[in-house]
């Protein structure tokens, strides 16, 4: 278990953050944050990753907290962090933000609730309170990536007393309705509900997200979500019970365009990083290659690069470490493979040939594949062959062919075996046919 803290040079509205790393957790980790003099306590939110060997994953659990304060120079005195009843220090802090955006909060959260004033549009003209369950996208490709939110608005100029009804039951509740059938989840973990401000067609409202998550569709069907309740205590003792109903809504699953591999791509913009442990070593001498994807999709689920057997290399099983985020509209981060290569013959040899990685890119419509762009050079003693590079699609079996000695001696082993075998048994016979004869 460890805690980190955050960036200390931060813009106007950037939140200054306190993680909370558990590694292996047996359950779901109780964490309690600190109250910072000076700063005002931000969203909450959990995240998930995993480490080791594909047969070994060691899980972590992720917890963020947000901090925001205005700009100018703060000092933080020392605090603790409790997670799971033990403490954990947290250093003295100097915090220094300068105006950069002055909108910069709320551009984010403009942009994390896309088109909201449409999606809205009925009940910001009729209604002071209301509950939405809204998609950040109306239609995606398949196995590509949206997010859902479930908040409950309520205007700043009406007055009215309302607190939450048997909140966590109906959150299981709600949560077990909006899992949809067909979809991979990446739950984003609001741990607490923390009211957010937020200007609509010139009005003010307070935001209570309830729910968030992101879903990869991977059924060629719509995505559809029940109209969602809740039940508020209004007036002043909580007397008066009152349900908000959202409306229901779906996604729109649209499949990939034609190609051979259209059923198995990974969907979502993707870039490659790459690394050797050495360019250069001898037969017989392991290498590591390290081929890291990294982006926004479904990165849980990507499956390894293709590799292409050959003789040139001897090829162990990768070790694949990944990390993920799921923040209010997609799931980022990377998944690394690592390889440990033998080669077998010398020459020089560039990787783009043996690895590669296709996916599509919903973004910019189209297919794509990461390739390699390391090369490796494998030098050794005398007699060695060098294997040719043969390009991906073309049959290996005849490569490095007119390298062979065709006047070498030839030993057939097999047909010598079967010659000894056969002078044994006939000995044994006679063996046997002597002993009868006496």
């Not at 969203?43 to 963020?64: D, H, K």
């Not at 909060?105 to 809205?120: F, G, H, K, M």
């Amino acid at each position: 278990m460890r805690v980190e803290v955050g960036e200390t040079e931060l813009t106007s509205g950037q939140p200054f953050e306190i993680k909370v790393v558990v590694r292996n957790p047996q359950d779901r980790s109780e964490v309690l944050f600190p109250k910072l003099r000076g700063l005002e306590k931000g969203s909450s939110t959990r995240l998930r990753s995993s480490a080791g060997t594909e047969e070994n994953q060691v899980p972590q659990e992720v917890i963020v907290q947000q901090y925001f304060f205005p700009t100018g120079y703060l000092e933080v005195p020392a605090s603790e962090v409790t997670v799971n009843g033990s403490r954990y220090a947290v250093p003295a802090l100097v915090l220094r933000t300068k105006e950069d955006r002055k909108d910069s909060v709320s551009a984010r959260e403009l942009e994390a609730l896309q088109d909201l004033d449409d999606q809205l549009s009925d009940h910001l003209e009729k209604e002071d309170v209301f509950l939405t369950v809204r998609p950040s996208k109306g239609s995606v490709y398949l196995r590509e990536g949206f997010g859902l939110y479930l908040s409950l608005f309520v205007a700043k100029d009406v007055r009215l007393s309302m607190e939450f009804y048997d909140l966590d039951n109906q959150l299981k509740e709600i949560t077990r309705q909006l899992k949809p059938d067909g979809c991979w989840e990446e739950n984003t973990w609001i741990d607490e509900i923390v009211p957010r401000p937020i200007t609509l067609r010139g009005r003010d409202y307070t935001e209570y997200r309830l729910y968030q998550s992101v879903f990869f569709p991977f059924i060629r069907k719509n995505v559809s979500f029940p109209a969602i309740s809740l039940k508020m205590n209004m007036g002043e003792n909580g007397a008066a019970v009152r349900t908000f109903y959202s409306r229901a809504l779906s996604v729109e699953v649209r499949n990939l365009p034609p190609h051979p591999r259209r059923d198995v791509v990974a969907v979502g913009s993707y870039e490659l990083a790459e690394s050797l442990s050495a360019t250069a070593v001898g037969v017989g001498q392991p290498f590591r290659y390290k081929f890291g994807i990294s982006g926004q999709g479904n990165i849980a689920a990507i499956p390894a690069p293709a590799t292409i057997p050959v003789q040139t290399f001897e090829f162990y099983p990768p070790e694949v470490n990944q990390t993920l985020k799921a923040d209010l509209r997609t799931v980022s981060g990377t998944k690394t493979f690592e390889y440990t290569l033998v080669p077998r013959q010398k020459g020089l040899f560039p990787l783009k040939g043996y690895f590669q990685w296709i996916f599509f890119d919903p973004g910019r419509e189209v297919y794509d594949t990461l390739r390699s762009g390391r090369t490796i050079e494998v030098s050794g003693a005398g007699g060695a062959v060098a294997e040719s590079v043969v390009p991906i699609g073309e049959n290996r079996l005849y490569a490095n062919l007119e390298q062979l000695d065709s006047q070498a001696a030839q030993r057939n082993y097999s047909g010598i075996f079967r010659i000894v075998m056969n002078v044994v048994v006939i000995l044994m016979l006679l063996s046997v046919l002597w002993v009868f004869r006496k």
